[in-house]
């Protein structure tokens, strides 16, 4: 039985980096178009952090707040610096960090840069797939 699984075994490969002055009306359109449920904020410069907008932000810092979408920025409801995760990091202690936090999903980051997304749906999902594949081939 395969025990090392690593976070790059089940992270999703495609990011969605988008631009911190881009209006949460855009966003979500985004968001829509590409069926996630987050977006990763760029950094604005070299020494910066990524941020991170998810549905519960637009949800709360926006629409409770009777905000208008196409007059609030993404800058002013993200969350940042974003709790993330290296591709080599094992995924038990993955979940451990993303239950610890209550978060469902965070960004994979490596030498600086976004190179995926890693959720605890994958985690679980994944982890059980890669569990039976090992099985089955021995």
């Known amino acids: 039985m ?8 089940v992270m999703w490969p495609q990011v ?3 631009d911190r ?9 985004t968001m829509q178009h ?10 604005a ?21 009777n905000k208008a979408l196409d007059r609030v920025n993404v800058y002013e409801i993200m969350n940042k610096p974003a709790i993330s995760v290296h591709s080599k ?5 993955c979940a451990r960090l993303l239950t610890r936090f209550n978060l469902s999903r965070c960004p994979v980051i490596d030498d600086g840069e976004v ?7 994958s985690i679980v999902f994944n982890n059980n797939e890669l569990k ?5 081939s021995d």
């Not at 002055?21 to 359109?29: H, K, P």
Request: charged content about 30%; proline content about 0%; hydrophobic content about 40%.
């Open 2 to 9: 395969k025990t090392d699984i690593l976070v790059r075994d």
């Open 16 to 18: 969605d980096v988008i």
């Open 21 to 29: 002055r881009m209006t949460v009306q855009d966003a979500l359109n």
């Open 34 to 43: 590409k069926k996630t449920k987050m977006l990763i904020i760029d950094k």
């Open 45 to 65: 410069h070299e020494y910066d952090e990524y941020g991170v907008v998810l549905m519960g932000d637009i949800a709360g810092k926006v629409i409770a707040k």
């Open 89 to 93: 990091m094992h995924v038990r202690y």
């Open 115 to 121: 190179v995926g997304v890693i959720s605890l749906t």
């Open 132 to 136: 039976d594949s090992d099985e089955t």
